[in-house]
């Protein structure tokens, strides 16, 4: 019975793939029908329609620019996740096991915790200039207090009793942690990273438009100046497949945790 109810379920899944796939191709027409005649009429102030999009995905293709402000735009993602991730859960997991040391810096961290990333870009300009420094310090700004958070709740939700058996047989701080902290809190820290994932390649975007030479902000922001809108257009096609293939990559990282911890 439950056989069947699965292969039910997964036929009436299967039917609204079918029907997106169809809304998707539908909505390209209707984009492509109402927007032919105002862009011949008016190119530089009306949506291009698919297929001037198409085109200029394609020649920013064999001109190899698109390709390139890709690399740019995902080194420096990642190079800013890293380093914020690693600070940020280095210090939750500190500050959850060292309760005076969270009461001394909490006033630091509610402090900046609520200031954009992107509020930082004017001093960043005059301390580091425009360049790779300022985008990968947004970036790691911005994962690093969600990291913080969920690895200082992820120590939180260890059960007290594992850590005073551990000391009872007389284990070591770094057993401890090695042992019942890090994998106790595993779990919170991928889902910390999953989210800052996001919210960090949003920030990125925006300094590249604001003021960085190179990258998918920068494709933006060029066409925008030129009046290339199927530029600005291609550009953001792949702002959104990037982030969700970063989305893709971080759910699965985080279920993989979960099922290696035998939580899922």
């Known amino acids: 019975m439950f056989y069947h109810q699965r292969n039910g379920m997964q036929g009436?899944?299967?039917?609204?793939?079918?029907?997106?796939?169809?809304?998707?191709?539908?909505?390209?027409?209707?984009?492509?029908?109402?927007?032919?005649?105002?862009?011949?009429?008016?190119?530089?102030?009306?949506?291009?329609?698919?297929?001037?999009?198409?085109?200029?995905?394609?020649?920013l293709c064999e001109s190899g620019i698109l390709f390139q402000a890709i690399i740019d735009s995902l080194w420096r993602f990642f190079a800013g996740l890293c380093i914020g991730g690693i600070l940020g859960s280095v210090l939750g997991l500190l500050l959850g096991r060292l309760h005076p040391l969270e009461i001394l810096l909490e006033p630091f961290i509610q402090l900046f915790r609520p200031i954009s990333p992107i509020a930082w870009l004017p001093i960043i300009v005059l301390w580091l200039g425009i360049g790779n420094p300022g985008a990968i310090f947004i970036i790691g700004y911005a994962v690093f207090f969600p990291t913080l958070a969920l690895s200082i709740a992820g120590v939180r939700s260890i059960d007290p009793t594992l850590l005073a058996m551990a000391k009872n047989f007389g284990a070591s701080e770094w057993q401890i942690t090695k042992g019942i902290v890090l994998p106790g809190a595993f779990v919170h820290i991928a889902s910390g990273l999953k989210l800052a994932a996001s919210v960090a390649w949003i920030q990125l975007v925006a300094a590249e438009m604001l003021g960085i030479q190179s990258g998918l902000g920068y494709l933006v922001a060029d066409g925008r100046n030129l009046l290339e809108t199927d530029m600005v257009i291609v550009a953001m096609i792949w702002i959104g497949l990037l982030g969700y293939c970063l989305h893709l990559l971080f759910t699965g990282i985080e279920n993989l945790s979960l099922k290696a911890l035998g939580v899922k």
């Open 12 to 59: 009436v899944f299967g039917k609204w793939r079918i029907l997106s796939v169809v809304l998707f191709i539908a909505f390209l027409i209707f984009w492509e029908i109402v927007a032919q005649r105002a862009f011949q009429a008016n190119p530089e102030h009306s949506i291009p329609p698919p297929s001037v999009v198409f085109y200029k995905f394609l020649e």
